[in-house]
Nanobody, 124 residues
Framework: QVQLEESGGGLVQAGGSLRLSCAAS????????WGWFRQVPGKEREFVAA????????YYADSVKGRFTISTDNAKNTVYLQMNSLKPEDTAVYYC?????????????????WGQGTQVTVSS
């Protein structure tokens, strides 16, 4: 199993920045992709960004490309999401996830473990 715990969410004004962290423990060496997703009430969980654990290949949703950066510190088993130039439409609960299969990095159904989520609110 893989355990995930997010932190770093909060309230920020439009144009501001936040950095989310995801501390991972357990069978982290079995992970192919680390992903960040977000969800607002009444909508499906949405892909934000992903990174392959071994090669460091990054994937981004078009809506965040150029503003968000995903990175990892393998020594600390931590995944980060640096969010800059935040917009009110970025408001959501953000989830960290681990994909232990060679599946589509952008599809939430391909992820096996999820954190509890952290709220990000961007005010206009």
């Amino acid at each position: 199993q893989v355990q995930l715990e997010e932190s770093g969410g909060g309230l920020v004004q439009a144009g501001g920045s936040l950095r989310l962290s995801c501390a991972a423990s357990g069978r982290t060496f079995s992970t192919y992709f680390w992903g960040w997703f977000r969800q607002v009430p009444g909508k499906e969980r949405e892909f934000v960004a992903a990174i392959s654990r071994s090669a460091g290949t990054r994937y981004y949703a078009d809506s965040v490309k150029g503003r968000f950066t995903i990175s990892t510190d393998n020594a600390k088993n931590t995944v980060y999401l640096q969010m800059n130039s935040l917009k009110p439409e970025d408001t959501a609960v953000y989830y960290c996830a681990a994909n232990l299969r060679v599946a589509n990095a952008k599809n939430p159904s391909g992820y096996d473990y999820w954190g509890q989520g952290t709220q990000v609110t961007v005010s206009s």
